[in-house]
């Protein structure tokens, strides 16, 4: 069971902005904020956002995170077809111990 | 560059012991303030966090799996492993494993190995 909360689906226009959101608590997101992966079907997840909100390098300037209390959010600017792909947050809880990863968003590219 | 690669049976047993490596190439696995994580997925499911280890030997498991869960680390071999018990059905996935630190959080990861539990 996923310990963050992300809504299962998004869609979006060509060109357009989604914003994609990861709700947890503050033993998690609200302590230490939410990294962000990217993962498309068949290969493994990709590091998008790091929990401070920069970017790895060669990460694209469309993709952009901000955090209010206890929920994240991933802003991908510009919408490309190769941004349609499963989207997972992930924090560090401290009251666990452990890595906790939302269920992930399906984002959809129209 | 860093790059990890899983390994290990493909098809195991139920009840028996679920074990894989990762071999990090391109950095050793003592440098720098890492730890080295195994993750799973379901088909079609989200991402699961296994547990962590520091080439100190320290781990943290996740809640759900430490009664079932070893992690272990052979910095001689630049490779860590995952040894998981009484594996059932609900225990096959692809099985990830992937660098974290502190400041990078989970940077690199493995292209994952399929692993299923079946008779």
Redesign the interface.
């Known amino acids: 069971q996923?310990g963050l909360t992300q809504p299962p689906s998004v869609s979006k226009g060509l060109r357009q902005t989604a914003t994609l959101t990861c709700t947890g608590n503050s033993d998690n997101v609200g302590n230490q904020g939410a990294?962000w992966?990217q993962q498309h079907q068949g290969h493994?997840?990709?590091?998008l956002c790091?929990?401070?909100n920069n970017r790895?390098s060669g990460i694209s300037e469309r993709f952009s995170t901000s955090r209010s209390g206890n929920t994240a959010s991933l802003t991908i600017t510009g919408l490309q077809p190769e941004d349609e792909a499963d989207y997972?947050c992930?924090a560090w809880d401290n009251s666990?111990?452990?890595?906790?990863?939302?269920?992930?968003t399906k984002l959809t590219v129209l | 560059q860093v790059q990890l690669q899983e390994s290990g049976p493909g098809l195991v047993k139920p009840s028996q012991t679920l074990s894989l490596t990762c071999t990090v190439s391109g950095a050793s696995i003592t440098s720098g303030s890492y730890y080295w994580n195994w993750i799973r997925q379901p088909a079609g499911k989200g991402l699961e966090w296994i547990g962590r280890i520091y080439t100190s030997g320290s781990t943290n498991y996740n809640p759900s799996l430490k009664s079932r869960v070893t992690i272990s680390v052979d910095t001689s071999k630049n490779q860590f492993s995952l040894n998981l018990t009484s594996v059932t059905a609900a225990d096959t996935a692809v099985f990830y494993c992937a660098r974290g630190s502190r400041s990078s959080d989970l940077d690199y990861w493995g292209q994952g190995t399929l692993v299923t539990v079946s008779s």
């Open positions: 996923a990294a992966l493994p997840p990709k590091l790091y929990r401070n790895p997972y992930s666990l111990s452990a890595w906790v990863f939302g269920g992930g």
